[in-house]
């Protein structure tokens, strides 16, 4: 960026203004480079030269915008706050206006009518540590503060954090000026539309259940769905009386329940004991109800046994009843 005062704007615009002199300590600016001028534009270098003050002459005070040597060189020295001589060494740069091609005219267009395209550029441009938000609220509380100090309040480097807010310009959210940045009409649209919060999918009534759960239940109803989906694929799942529930061709193939600390299974059919043998003793639990302490292992190959036996059983019954 190349700062001037708001006196040498119409200057540099109409093409009077076409030299400066600063007084840096190196070269800030470099032949071919287009530098940002808040609010006209941009200007274009077109040479440098480390020069004597003694060597400027009236023609060169009147290309930079002064009437005389003299107001040029004490403009010069209160900029820098330093006191000017004859060896003293300036950079005289010739420049001209390159017209607005830095500006974002969108910026004035509050419209929003690109909302959804716009929060999801900003989405990307956050990745996986939000950023785009922060800056736009730190701007917002301090307008026109330069970019130094406002990388400071976040606890960033000064370049990085001028590299962010230039991404949020190109979106027109932001204005820069000599010294820090505004928010745009553009960007005060945005930051007063609240954000959408994405849909959540909504979940099965057999996965909300088990998500219901305390940890070690879910975990293991969990392990107990995916072995009934391998050992039934054709069964249909869904809930009953508030619990898990499976059906085959129309019929109640199994049923499954979580409790504090354990879950169980019904129905604990004759089909279900022959097939589990010892095993159903262990397990039974009352009337037609197989349970599992929730701190003990998902005995796998046992439901799975349970499970294709009912298959079994329920096979039987529609054959029967197809007949």
């Keep these: 960026m190349l700062l001037f005062q708001k006196r040498f704007h119409e200057g540099l615009k109409s093409g009077d203004v076409t030299l400066t002199f600063r007084r840096w300590d190196k070269p800030r600016v470099k032949v071919g480079g287009r530098y940002r001028c808040h609010p006209i534009g941009v200007l274009e270098v077109h040479g ?5 003050v003694a060597s400027i002459d009236a023609a060169d005070a009147l290309r ?22 004859g060896e003293s060494e300036v950079f005289r ?29 900003l989405d990307r441009l956050d990745g996986n540590s939000p950023w785009t ?48 940045y505004e928010i745009s009409p553009r960007g005060k649209k945005l930051m007063a539309t609240k954000k959408k919060a994405p849909t959540k999918k909504k979940l099965d009534p057999v996965t909300e259940y088990i998500a219901a759960q305390t940890a070690p239940i879910a975990k293991a109803l969990t392990k107990v769905r995916a072995i009934i989906r391998k050992a039934a694929p054709d069964a249909v799942e869904g809930t009953s009386y508030k619990i898990a529930s499976y059906k085959l061709d129309g019929r109640v193939l199994i049923y499954f329940a979580g409790f504090k600390a354990h879950y169980s299974m019904y ?38 046994r349970a499970v294709k036996a009912r298959v079994k059983e329920v096979r039987a019954l529609h054959s029967v009843r197809s007949r």
């Design 48 to 52: 440098i030269a480390r020069i004597n």
């Design 64 to 85: 930079a915008g002064f009437p005389s040597i003299a107001e040029l060189i004490a403009y010069i020295a209160s900029a820098t706050g330093a006191p000017i001589v």
């Design 93 to 121: 740069v010739e420049l001209s206006h390159g017209g607005d091609g830095d500006r974002v005219p969108i910026a004035l267009d509050d419209s929003l009518s690109d909302l959804a395209d716009l929060e999801k550029r």
């Design 133 to 180: 938000r922060q800056i736009l609220r730190l701007i917002a509380r301090h307008p026109r503060v330069a970019a130094s100090k406002l990388a400071k309040k976040v606890k960033r480097e000064t370049e990085p954090f001028k590299v962010d807010v230039r991404k949020l310009k190109k979106l027109g959210l932001t204005q820069s000026f000599e010294v820090g």
């Design 267 to 304: 129905p604990a059919t004759k089909g279900i004991q022959a097939a589990l043998g010892d095993d159903f003793e262990t397990h039974k639990k009352g009337a037609g109800t197989l349970r599992f302490d929730g701190e003990d292992a998902v005995p796998v190959k046992l439901i799975e």
